[in-house]
């Protein structure tokens, strides 16, 4: 019943594969985040994106590469992947500006890197 | 030292304890605290935010500390399904970086 909708759910992909990891959210929310969680750890910022122009990239390899089509959606396009970025991908959402509240979560993209 | 900190765990308490967590934050500019509950392979989902005032909501109550920089949950009454991970998240006003805590993980026993 999550307001912020990912797809696919689940990934497997090869290290020569392109693949994309799709979000929506229709809570006219104007910042979306991607966030990547490893087993037993907190999720770990990737990229944010507010009005739609990316606002924060936490130093992410370049084989990552994020979209914002529109204010409602966020893409995350994989490409040339390494085994160990194997992870559940979380896409989130918040309002803009001073004060941003709580973020809301996806269920996650879980992917497999062969 | 890590900007938000928190003890591991785990936490195993009987059904009915009363369980405390806390959490430590450094960073004084910090304005917005969230406590987030995960449950196995799935994703965080909000379980209250937390008021300078402190605020309670059913079994739950959480309270912020600002002189001392915690933050912390009280779960009264625990029930099996309060099993989880318990992340604490901090966001500093005008930024869109939460600083996620590594999480608390609590097993509630029948």
């Known amino acids: 019943d999550t307001e912020v909708t990912q797809t696919p759910k689940h990934l497997v992909m090869g290290m020569t594969n392109k693949k994309s990891l799709k979000c929506e959210q229709h809570m006219g929310h104007r910042a979306m985040y991607w966030y990547k969680q490893k087993a037993k750890k907190p999720p770990e910022l990737m990229f944010v994106?507010?009005?739609?122009?990316?606002?924060i990239n936490e130093s992410v390899p370049s084989r990552f590469s994020p979209e914002c089509p529109n204010s409602s959606l966020l893409n995350l396009h994989l490409h040339a992947l390494q085994p160990e970025d194997s992870a559940l991908y979380l896409c989130?959402?918040?309002?803009?500006?001073?004060?941003?509240?709580?973020?809301?979560f996806g269920e996650g993209s879980r992917l497999t890197v062969l | 030292r890590k900007e938000v900190e928190q003890d591991p765990g785990p936490f195993n308490v009987p059904e009915g304890a009363t369980v405390a967590f806390n959490c430590t934050y450094s960073n004084s500019a910090s304005q917005s605290f969230f406590w987030y509950r995960q449950d196995c392979r799935k994703e965080p989902k909000l379980l209250m935010s937390?008021?300078?005032s402190g605020n309670e909501d059913g079994r739950f109550t959480a309270q912020l500390n600002r002189a001392s920089q915690y933050i912390s949950l009280l779960i009264r009454d625990s029930k099996l399904s309060d099993s989880a991970t318990y992340l604490c998240?901090?966001?500093?006003?005008?930024?869109?970086?939460?600083?996620f805590g590594t999480g608390t993980r609590l097993k509630v026993l029948a």
């Open positions: 989130a959402s918040s309002r803009a500006g001073r004060n941003t509240g709580e973020l809301f």
């Open positions: 998240v901090v966001n500093m006003v005008g930024t869109y970086k939460y600083i």
């Open positions: 994106y507010s009005y739609e122009k990316l606002s």
């Open positions: 937390v008021y300078s």
